[in-house]
């Protein structure tokens, strides 16, 4: 427990509790168990959540859960209706081409293996800014922005975030064109679609986090 009273092992019990629920994956406790003591020992440094930002997110990489058995488990706070993908992706092979960018893997995150993101920040003061603008920002500051994944962790474990007006994009995706993933909602449950990344939206901001930390190879199977 931190000086501030958050238990970081109770969250992080609570946390693979949520990734138990996901049926294609029954083994994803077992998978991220060795992230456990890494948690822990960075407990005192951690803040409790607050408003737009959490401590700490355990992520798994679609080379272990693929995004279209996650997504339809996304749901808003209070609601029902299941996560989509947003019809302007053109077919699973558009979504499978935004893969994670070299700086977050260099960052000690992976796209084989559970990871743990720290810090992070949901980004609401993005919202208005044009994506490229908000990624230069959050580069000075010595952050990354998150990713596909990790985004879908963030509304796992936290759906009360994905709101009205605090929607995020997903920058630590790319395919190489000009698109930018985003998590927004449509029609009462989360949706994953994607914006230009000159063109500001008033209602995206930009997810983004402080560091990340893996813990040992798991097997993808």
């Known amino acids: 427990m931190t000086?501030?009273?958050?238990?970081?092992?109770?969250?992080?019990?609570?946390?693979?509790?949520?990734?138990?629920?996901?049926?294609?994956?029954?083994?994803?406790?077992?998978?991220?168990?060795?992230?456990?003591?890494?948690?822990?020992?960075?407990?005192?440094?951690?803040?409790?959540?607050?408003?737009?930002?959490?401590?700490?997110?355990?992520?798994?990489?679609?080379?272990?859960?693929?995004?279209?058995?996650?997504?339809?488990?996304?749901?808003?706070a209070g609601k029902t209706k299941p996560g989509v993908i947003d019809r302007n992706y053109k077919g699973p092979e558009d979504v499978a081409s935004f893969v994670t960018i070299p700086q977050?893997?260099?960052?000690?995150?992976?796209?084989?293996?559970?990871?743990?993101?720290?810090?992070?920040e949901r980004g609401e003061e993005f919202c208005g800014v044009v994506p490229l603008e908000a990624m230069q920002a959050i580069d000075t500051r010595g952050r990354t922005p998150l990713s596909i994944e990790e985004g879908i962790a963030l509304v796992t474990h936290f759906p009360e975030l994905l709101a009205k007006n605090k929607c995020f994009e997903l920058a630590g995706s790319r395919n190489g064109d000009k698109r930018v993933p985003a998590l927004w909602i449509s029609r009462g449950a989360p949706k994953l679609g994607w914006c230009w990344q000159g063109n500001p939206h008033t209602w995206l901001g930009m997810a983004s986090a402080g560091s990340r930390a893996a813990g040992v190879p798991a097997t993808v199977g």
Not at 40 to 48: D, F, I, Q, T
């Open 104 to 120: 977050l893997l260099d960052d000690d995150a992976s796209d084989a293996q559970p990871y743990v993101v720290f810090d992070v």
């Open 3 to 76: 000086s501030r009273g958050f238990d970081a092992a109770a969250e992080f019990d609570r946390q693979v509790r949520n990734l138990s629920d996901v049926p294609a994956r029954p083994d994803l406790a077992e998978l991220v168990t060795p992230l456990k003591p890494i948690v822990v020992s960075r407990a005192e440094a951690l803040a409790a959540p607050g408003e737009g930002t959490i401590p700490f997110l355990v992520v798994i990489p679609r080379a272990l859960l693929p995004l279209e058995d996650v997504l339809p488990k996304l749901t808003l």
